[in-house]
């Protein structure tokens, strides 16, 4: 099992960056690791993704060449390094991990971290 704690949310305005973290308890090298969102009033959705060694990343259109996901297995963190930010990005930011093992899906999630993105 993992444990997964979300930090770096923030105030930000309209084409400003912001980096937020994600730390991880437990065997964090062996799974994949995501970034969702929920805006208010929407469905989570999907931002980002990479797989557990790192050689491979995957990105929602909305924010492809503007965020890049990345992840230091020897310190247990995933980043999100979020550039040119648009009040649309507005969300609270969810850290997951997925790993599958003897057939099954095992996903994790932590707690949220805020980002506002002001116009």
């Known amino acids: 099992q993992v444990q997964l704690v979300e930090s770096g949310g923030g105030l930000v305005q309209a084409w400003g960056s912001l980096r937020i973290s994600c730390a991880a308890s437990?065997?964090?090298?062996?799974?994949?690791m995501g970034w969702f969102r929920q805006a208010t009033g929407k469905e989570r959705e999907f931002v980002a993704a990479?797989?557990?060694?790192?050689?491979?990343?995957y990105y929602v259109d909305s924010v492809k060449y503007r965020f890049t996901i990345s992840r230091d297995n020897a310190k247990n963190t995933v980043y999100l390094q979020m550039n040119s930010l648009k009040p649309e990005d507005t969300a609270v930011y969810y850290c997951?991990?997925?790993?599958?093992?003897?057939?099954?899906?095992?996903?994790?999630w932590g707690q949220g971290t805020q980002v506002t993105v002001s116009s």
């Open positions: 990479v797989t557990w060694s790192g050689g491979t990343t």
């Open positions: 997951n991990a997925r790993i599958r093992r003897a057939g099954v899906d095992y996903v994790y």
């Open positions: 437990g065997t964090f090298s062996k799974y994949h």
